[in-house]
């Protein structure tokens, strides 16, 4: 009797664990947006502001937030994110680098004039430098953007930039603004 109650109680105890660790996981971005941005960066429209894990598109002077989405190829916007490779750099002391290619896909109707799209801890540069990004820039929060000589990305087309960071795992991209 002692020993079914102390599997029941032990079963129990690991089930309470398993259910709090998958509600972690669901809310990853979400916290690390909140500890990244203090309030959500940009404004949607005049008098509107997106919530944390939204995204603000805008499209002239009209504003709708959306949940974010990492990969979801019903959204007329997002992201494939894909390793190009692994490697440890003995002349950096052992550290493991990653390089990754990350496609912007506008399934939409509409250009992007511009588009934001949020990093976190995650997303650790090779030696803290931009000479690790291409094609995008950081601004302040370390937000990535367009660079001044991409000015769009046409409607039904794909962009393309890439980076090298510091681990082997893919970090949280996610967007934050598009304007069309």
């Known amino acids: ?26 809310s ?3 916290e690390s947006l909140s500890y990244r941005y203090p309030h ?23 504003c709708k937030c959306e949940p974010i989405v990492q990969l979801n190829t019903a959204n007329q916007v997002y992201l494939i994110i894909k390793q190009i490779g692994v490697w440890q750099d003995g002349s950096r002391g052992g550290r493991t680098y990653s390089q990754y290619d990350v496609t912007i896909v ?12 949020g990093t976190d801890n995650t997303f650790r540069l090779r030696d803290n430098s931009d000479t690790s990004l291409w094609n995008m820039v950081r601004i302040p929060n370390g937000i990535l953007a367009l660079p001044p000589i991409q000015q769009s990305i046409n409607a039904h087309s794909t962009y393309t930039f890439g980076f090298i960071i510091e681990g082997a795992f893919a970090p949280n991209l996610p967007i934050l603004k598009i304007v069309y």
């Open 1 to 26: 009797m002692k020993t079914i109650f102390l599997l029941t109680l032990i079963l129990g105890i690991l089930f309470s664990i398993a259910l709090t660790s998958a509600e972690v996981q669901q």
């Open 40 to 62: 959500h960066p940009f404004r949607c429209g005049y008098n509107d502001n997106c919530k944390y894990g939204e995204t603000c598109h805008l499209v002239g002077e009209v």
């Open 28 to 30: 990853d971005i979400a």
């Open 106 to 117: 506008n399934n939409g109707n509409n250009n992007i004039k511009q588009i934001n799209i």
